[in-house]
């Protein structure tokens, strides 16, 4: 109780030298956490999208960074489990020359068509997550992969919404909301 506090006060002088200490968590128990404060950050995500403070991207870099400095993917791979990524044109055609096929058999392989008509893969997990959860297609992953959970991106404010979606599937997102919530905007 006593820590909780005085990292708050820091929070508050803009001098907080703590880092994120993000641990594994499981979708199940992501979405538990998050839904029981899903009114309060929902209200909090608000008003900070209506603010739009100048150093908010600033500030979900460094817990990004700071985040991934000791959080490591290949000990979590929730995203790659749970929600595949949209996939581009390119995406496929880079995809599909690397594994040696036509862009046509690699669809009918391993992509379907969803609501919104975007390419997605037809399974969950991803079909090229390996066991030990290194990817297999790493160096030519789909873009939607290489810039999840979307915590380096610029102009923050426009996916808050989609970053509270998020922390029901990545420990680091839920961790980095948590944090911009101690601090006052
Ligand atoms: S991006 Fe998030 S959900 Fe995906 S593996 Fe890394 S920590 Fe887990
Ligand atoms: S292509 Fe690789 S990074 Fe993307 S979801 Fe599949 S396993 Fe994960």
Redesign the pocket.
């Known amino acids: 109780m006593v820590q909780r506090i005085g990292a708050r006060q820091k929070l508050r002088d803009s001098s907080r030298n703590e880092m994120i200490d993000t641990t594994y968590k499981t979708p199940g128990e992501l979405k538990a956490l998050t839904g029981k404060t899903r009114a309060e950050t929902a209200s909090f995500l608000k008003k900070l999208r209506k603010k739009r403070p100048k150093q908010l991207d600033n500030v979900v870099h460094k817990l990004h960074c700071e985040a991934f400095e000791k959080f490591d993917c290949l000990d979590c791979a929730n995203?790659?489990k749970t929600i595949?990524?949209r996939l581009t044109g390119k995406d496929i055609e880079r995809l599909a020359k690397y594994l040696k096929v036509k862009p046509s058999g690699f669809i009918r392989q391993y992509v379907e068509v969803d609501e919104d008509n975007d390419y997605i893969f037809k399974e969950h997990p991803?079909p090229?997550?390996l066991p030990d959860n290194y990817?297999m297609?790493?160096e030519q992953?789909?873009k939607a992969?290489r810039e999840y959970p979307h915590t380096d991106r610029k102009r923050f404010y426009q996916i808050l919404t989609l970053s509270h979606k998020n922390c029901e599937i990545c420990p680091v997102v839920f961790d980095i909301v948590e944090e911009l919530k101690k601090q006052s905007w």
Do not use: T
Request: glycine share 8%.
């Open positions: 995203c790659c595949g990524p991803c090229f997550l990817c297609v790493y992953r789909p992969c």
